[in-house]
């Protein structure tokens, strides 16, 4: 399991402990239990821009990739594109047949 995803599911784990002492805490006490409980969110929250700036990384490097093939190889890129425009337009006008 990647270290990410187990990191998040332990403070889930947290975030449920908390919410199973909260319960039974009093009053003054409920403060400190909610400052945890923000500290738990703020540090999932993190996580989450973290893979969210990994995602946007590798988003650009295929990106890259496949602007960098199409320049190498423009014939077959727009080979490629024919082909998928006319099976679309294939399958299209035997939707309206029917």
Do not use: C
């Amino acid at each position: 399991m990647p270290s990410r995803e187990r990191e998040l599911k332990q403070i889930k784990q947290q975030m449920d402990e908390l919410h199973e002492r909260m319960l039974r805490l009093t009053e003054d006490s409920m403060e400190d239990a909610v400052d945890q409980g923000s500290d738990y969110l703020r540090q999932a929250a993190e996580m989450m821009r973290e893979k969210g700036e990994f995602a946007k990384q590798k988003a650009k490097e295929a990106g890259r990739k496949v602007h960098e093939y199409a320049q190498e190889n423009p014939w077959q890129v727009a080979a490629g594109a024919a082909v998928i425009g006319l099976a679309l337009g294939l399958l299209i006008s035997r939707r309206d047949r029917d």
